[in-house]
């Protein structure tokens, strides 16, 4: 004969077992099952490809925001996949989409993992896309569902404030380049250095970064000049007959020309357990230069 608490604990095995038979909640056991991605060994890993732009309506995977592309969210296996569901709501870092758990559904939970910890709500989640029949997974968030870290890189890309180049020449216009004398190119030091910007949710935070690794120079009268740093800026003393160490042209022909500065930006991500590329940025500027020929001193008295 069964004594009160066994028969208690019997009925309510029996009331819970339909629900938490096809429940998963989060633990030691599934910390190996999704792996991160190190995009700086394979970058050509599908997770390491983020589209730059705003997030588009709930259930279309991304589109329709400003900045030339979409937000797209990825599953862990980087298979592309819509960031929303109606009927299962956001997608989060695991793969599977949550939705506050309410009613039976909660109570189910908190009979499993116990009530959860303000801030700290339980979500109830279906895992796949399309979602897994009969699979929920029971977890907690705080200040809402977590989601994919792609979907936070591309919004900090989009906060980047890359600087355009701010071009320096030796002479300084309005003073004339002259023909066959070296000119020295450089940046300005505001337009050249690791640039970074943050995107956040409670819970999880994604940080995009971007290096400039070239400059290349279109001088106008011939091939481009390409440097492998800003440059380096010339200093009075200097032999004006002495060519950059590091970046530079020499004009062989006068005339009006426009110097186009472009750097190229390697930019990359971080945050919640994963890392990422994007495609390079470019940032660009023009000034323009006035090139003369140098006027020969005339020593004959007759002249």
Request: hydrophobic residues 35%; positive net charge; proline residues 11%.
């Amino acid at each position: 004969m069964l004594t009160r608490n066994r028969l208690a604990a019997t009925v309510l095995a029996a009331v819970l077992a339909p629900l938490l038979a096809a429940t998963v909640v989060v633990g030691p056991a599934l910390a190996g099952v999704i792996k991160p991605v190190d995009c700086s060994k394979t970058p050509n890993d599908p997770r390491c490809k983020v589209v730059v732009g705003g997030p588009g309506s709930p259930g279309t995977g991304g589109g329709g925001g400003g900045g030339g592309g979409s937000t797209a969210c990825h599953d862990p296996w980087g298979k592309e996949v819509p960031c929303s569901l109606p009927d299962y709501g956001t997608l989060s870092d695991d793969g599977c989409y949550y939705k506050l758990a309410t009613g039976d559904i909660l109570r189910s939970a908190e009979a499993f993992g116990g009530p959860a910890i303000p801030p700290g709500q339980w979500y109830v989640g279906a895992c796949g896309y399309p979602p897994i029949g009969g699979v929920t997974k029971f977890r907690i968030f705080a200040g809402g569902v977590t989601p994919d870290p792609a979907v936070l890189a591309a919004q900090a890309v989009k906060e980047l404030k890359l600087p355009l180049p701010a071009i320096r020449v030796n002479p300084a216009p309005p003073a004339k380049q002259l023909v066959f004398l070296p000119t020295w190119l450089w940046l300005d030091g505001s337009s050249w250095g690791t640039k970074t910007a943050t995107a956040s949710v409670p819970g999880l935070s994604v940080t995009a970064t971007a290096k400039p690794t070239k400059l290349v120079y279109a001088t106008g009268d011939g091939p481009a000049v390409t440097c492998a740093g800003p440059g380096t800026a010339w200093t009075a003393g200097t032999d004006p007959d002495k060519a950059s160490p590091t970046c530079g042209h020499t004009y062989t022909r006068p005339g009006s020309y426009r110097l186009t500065a472009t750097v190229t930006w390697q930019v990359s991500w971080a945050g919640g357990g994963q890392t990422g590329t994007v495609p390079d940025l470019t940032t660009t500027a023009t000034l323009a230069l006035e090139v003369t020929e140098s006027q020969a001193l005339n020593t004959n008295p007759r002249g």
